[in-house]
């Protein structure tokens, strides 16, 4: 079956450390996205990319990178730079032309200790 | 700027009573309009979705949803709810023409169903 994969689905991470999550999908789409979800505050965009070796920043990017070296891959990356990472991370894809429908993994919950 | 707004975070409705949603959007052009819903701890599950045509827009498990432009709304239906339907649910706008772009997410109308 075709879908988005996110592992691990539970993550604690150290004060200090990097950490990355894994998204990949076999969808065949061309467009990536990487939202934070808070309680109460819905879902907001910390990057996308609509083409492998290309990305770019959405809302809330400052202490996160992410990579697309391949077209079923994108991974991100908290950096310790990320003030307050706790959150569920949800990654998503899209066939990539205008209006498509955003597919969504599990999601990540990220804890830090 | 684009931007969505549920104005109601938490929504309590009887088992086979009907139920409304509210999300109201701004956005220049036509948009697209989506709407998702998320049961704990899990990614989102597409329930239908507006592109053009028919303002009336019918998704799964029996929701439908209305587009009416002179009051920027998509309010998400459902005649009769079901205990399983306890879920939180987003509305979503997407930029019309430009492909690839993100969702803009309203923060979630979290449904409780009573027995």
């Known amino acids: 079956d075709g879908g988005i994969t996110q592992s691990p689905k539970y993550l604690f991470r150290k004060e200090g450390q990097n950490v990355t999550l894994s998204c990949e999908q076999n969808?065949?789409?061309?467009?990536m996205y990487w939202y934070r979800q808070d309680p109460g505050q819905g879902l907001r965009l910390i990057y996308y990319?609509?083409?492998?070796?290309?990305?770019q920043k959405g809302d809330i990017a400052e202490g996160y990178s992410v990579s697309r070296e391949k077209k079923e891959s994108f991974p991100l990356t908290v950096t310790s730079a990320q003030k307050n990472p706790t959150a569920f991370y949800l990654c998503a894809s899209t066939r990539g032309g205008s209006g498509d429908t955003q597919y969504f993994g599990p999601g990540t919950r990220l804890t830090v200790l | 700027a684009q931007s969505v707004t549920q104005p109601d975070i938490h929504i309590t409705v009887s088992e086979g009573a009907s139920l409304e949603l509210r999300c109201n959007y701004s956005y220049g052009a036509t948009p697209y309009l989506f709407w998702y819903v998320q049961s704990p701890g899990q990614g989102l599950q597409l329930l239908l979705k507006y592109f053009s045509g028919d303002t009336l827009v019918q998704g799964i498990k029996g929701f439908e949803a209305e587009f009416k432009r002179s009051q920027s709304s998509f309010n998400l239906r459902k005649p009769s709810v079901h205990w399983s339907d306890a879920a939180e649910y987003f509305c979503?706008?997407?930029?019309?023409?430009?492909?690839?772009?993100?969702?803009?997410f309203g923060k979630g109308t979290t449904l409780s169903v009573s027995s």
């Open positions: 990319s609509q083409i492998v070796n290309d990305f």
């Open positions: 979503a706008v997407g930029a019309g023409g430009q492909a690839g772009t993100a969702l803009i």
């Open positions: 969808l065949n789409h061309d467009a």
